[in-house]
């Protein structure tokens, strides 16, 4: 068998939007990020960088892309950030007027909130602790 490909680190995800400004906003309003230069690619779209985040997110435009809203849940794709004061970031959510799904994560107890960009995307923001220290 051959050995493993070794990486470098997680440079970034890509979310479709039918709206990119709009989700452009959203992103630097309620998460921080701020746009970064984007090479000049024939479709519309968005780099966002967050600092300390260490990847950045990009938005792509499709034409064809349609939102579609599925219950809140755990176990469909979503994008996931520690946050460091968990309270302070489920309120901050509370006053973006945004709908948060709230749970505990089992065995260790850490909390959890779950919502939406304006495109469905889902998101989660967590209190667990940094990865590294997560290793066995």
């Known amino acids: 068998m051959p050995s493993p490909i070794i990486t470098g680190r997680f440079n970034h995800a890509a979310l479709n939007t039918s709206d990119v400004r709009r989700s452009v906003t959203f992103y630097e ?3 921080g990020f701020y746009e970064v230069p984007r090479p000049s690619f024939s479709f519309a779209g968005s780099w ?5 985040l260490g990847m950045m997110l ?3 435009h499709d034409e064809r892309f349609v939102p579609q809203r599925s219950p809140l849940g755990t ?3 979503h994008l996931a950030f520690r946050v460091s004061d968990y309270e302070r970031a489920t309120r901050q959510l509370a006053e973006h007027g945004l709908e948060v799904e709230l749970r505990v994560l089992p065995d260790h107890g850490y909390r959890q909130a779950f919502f939406y960009d304006p495109d469905f995307n889902l998101i989660e923001l967590g209190e667990w602790p940094e990865v590294e220290k997560m290793v066995v």
């Open 75 to 77: 176990r469909t794709g």
């Open 48 to 52: 966002l960088y967050c600092d300390g």
């Open 29 to 31: 309003k309620v998460l």
């Open 58 to 60: 990009h938005l792509i």
